[in-house]
Structures are given as C-alpha cells and as structure tokens.
Nanobody
C-alpha cells in the first residue's frame, strides 16, 4: 500500500487549497476513502469520507460547507478541496481507507493557515 499526499502549503485565512492523494497497492476503485488531519499536539481526526463509487460523502462538522471530497477511480486518486480556510485548519493532512485505515500511512501534506 502506498499513499502519497500533496498540495499543501501556506495560505491566508479565507483562502483555498486542493489536496491530492495518489493511491496504489490495493483495489482503489472498490475502497471507501477518507481524509484525516493531525494538528500539532493533537490526535489525528477524521475530516471527510467518500464511498468507492462517489455516491456518498460525509464531513466532520468543523468543515461542513467549506470542504469537498472527491475521487477519480481512473487515476487512483482522491482529492480534498478546502475553501474558507481557518487558522485552526493548520495540520498535516492524510488520506487513507475508511473505515479501518491501513496501518501504513503516507507522509501527509502540511497545510498552514496564517496571515
């Protein structure tokens, strides 16, 4: 299993970023996926989930209406469009299977929201 996240960076409050995750080593098109994040000194938390066929998505309350999860099964990729970013969104963002994430995590992509 390999998960490679990208697209993070420094953004001002209110700004946007689009994260990408390239997946390999498992049958991606049959796997429900998710985005997680881990802020400094805090536990990793679930941000958004998407079913294998993109039929259903779910979001943590703290991102509802601002973030959108999507996927492209032809490219074995999952995305997270993040709008109206807030400073509390500063964290390392990871993708993984949902539920029961793989034990192997990617390196994540750092998102820093600051002015």
């Amino acid at each position: 299993v390999q998960l490679v996240e990208s697209g993070g960076g420094l953004v001002q409050p209110g700004g946007s970023l689009r994260l990408s995750c390239a997946a390999s080593g498992f049958t991606f098109s049959y796997t429900d996926m998710s985005w997680f994040r881990q802020a400094p000194g805090k536990e990793r938390e679930l941000v958004a989930t998407i079913t294998s066929d993109s039929y259903s998505t779910n979001y943590a309350d703290f991102v509802k209406g601002r973030f959108t999860i999507s996927r492209d099964n032809a490219r074995n990729a999952v995305f997270l469009q993040m709008n109206s970013l807030k400073p509390e969104g500063t964290a390392v963002y990871y993708c993984n299977k949902h539920p029961r994430p793989f034990s192997s995590w990617g390196q994540g992509t750092q998102v820093t929201v600051a002015s």
